[in-house]
């Protein structure tokens, strides 16, 4: 059973930095591209980041570029996202994913995606 179980989430204030990880299982992790998407309130599924099989190769939304990092540990068939410098329009809800092939960051299939965290920036 493919699971992808996230965590780290909460509330921070503005300029504050949180650290989501995900745990993933069921598949082979270090094969599969890994993706941190998000969704705010009332809008539609937006691409965050893009990290390579062993973590060689990332991309970031411009929207988080200089504030957030992917990064992944594949003895331990983790994702993580570091993010700095949060503000308001940060407060979503985030899923990690995975393709086994990537479909380009406009488009919004997964071949998994887990349950997600909250992450709400506010004063």
């Known amino acids: 059973q493919v699971r992808l179980v996230e965590s780290g989430g909460g509330l921070v204030q503005p300029g504050g930095s949180l650290r989501l990880s995900c745990a993933a299982s069921?598949?082979?992790?270090?094969?599969?591209?890994m993706y941190w998407v998000r969704q705010a309130p009332g809008k539609g599924l937006e691409w965050v980041s893009t990290?390579?099989?062993?973590?060689?190769?990332?991309s970031y939304a411009d929207s988080v570029k200089g504030r957030f990092t992917i990064s992944r540990d594949n003895a331990e068939n983790t994702l993580y996202l570091q993010m700095n410098s949060l503000r308001s329009e940060d407060t979503a809800v985030y899923y990690c994913?995975?393709?086994?092939?990537?479909?380009?960051?406009?488009?919004?299939?997964?071949?998994?995606r887990g349950q997600g965290t909250q992450v709400t920036v506010s004063s």
């Open positions: 069921g598949f082979t992790f270090s094969t599969y591209l």
């Open positions: 990290i390579s099989t062993r973590g060689r190769r990332t």
């Open positions: 994913a995975a393709n086994l092939y990537d479909r380009g960051p406009s488009d919004p299939r997964y071949d998994y």
